[in-house]
């Protein structure tokens, strides 16, 4: 248990692209998260620095910051087990425009998952029998493994792909456009297939798993991208694509 | 290029490293035998000009490189130079060319 006195020697982004760190020293606390740090600075040094965050019990995915040079979620991160010589230093997502402090603007991360077709779209009205779905076929296992994103674009401030290429739709989209493929009950599978191929789309991806790694959820977009490419490429096959 | 098309450049290039894999190492395991075995220029030579499987072993070797080597340079200058569009799919084009031409001049010369 840390000792009353003791202090985490905080740095934390501070204004947009052109900003700079500025230092806090904020008092270690037991089970302290680094969203409870920025928490403190906001609320006990200066109200006016900017962060997101709602649910802070790993839900929402709205507080994931660079922590110590890594992407995370903040709320579910332990400064125990991140900072173990008591410095740490807190900056924006990386791969997104900054608005703020810590705050990024989102808008690019989730207009590509309606690129990507991230949408359900029904092949059923509301006056069809519910659709009986076998939670043991492998198409729905397959869906599944990949259905709890919680939208943080920890994965996305992770991949080099998107760095290097602005237009590349990104492990997250991609990811949200494999579960829709692989269910049984959505209408546009080949439209979709056609919009996250080529090289903004899984085509480019390079399978060097930073993104699965990262991903607080344990989800494996590499996977998912994967199967993409597979399933793109028996669809080109087929001459569907 | 179409992202349809961009997915035809990927498949090339999975397709054509996937017999690359096998060339390179029936190449290799060619060479190591052939240098172990003593085996002089003149006798290796021997073996190679007029033959028809040695010749389509390289020719397909040489076509595989010419078709892998400038799409993996093509994503090279597309993410590290940020060098898309046309004049880099031109010079890609042009280096595949020139890893052909190159290719089937050393294949006659052993093969012929
Ligand atoms: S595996 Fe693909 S999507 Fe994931 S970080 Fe690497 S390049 Fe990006
Ligand atoms: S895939 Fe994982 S890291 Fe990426 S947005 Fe979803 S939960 Fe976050
Ligand atoms: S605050 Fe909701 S996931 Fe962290």
Redesign the pocket.
Known sequence: MPRPEQLLHTRVWRGGTDGQFQSYDVPRQESQTVLDVVTWIQRRVDPSLAYRFACRVGMC?SC?MTVNGLPRWTCRTHVARVAPDDRLEIAPLANLPIVRDLVVDMREFFDKWREAKGQFVPTATRHDPIARVCPDSPARRAADAAI?????????ASCDVVAWNPKYLG??AL?RAWTLVRDERDGERRQRLSAVVGDAGCHACHTHTL?TE????H?S?TTSIAGLKRAAAIAALRGEL | MSPRGEMRVWLAQRATAAVLAVCVTVHLVTLIVAVHGGLSAAAILGRTRGSPGWMTFYAVFVVCAAIHAPLGLRTIAAEWLSWRGRAADAACTAFGIVVLVLGFRAVAAVTL
């Open positions: 995915g994931a709890q994103c919680i939208g943080c674009a920890v994965c996305y492990p997250a990811n993104c990262r991903c607080p959820m989800l977009p």
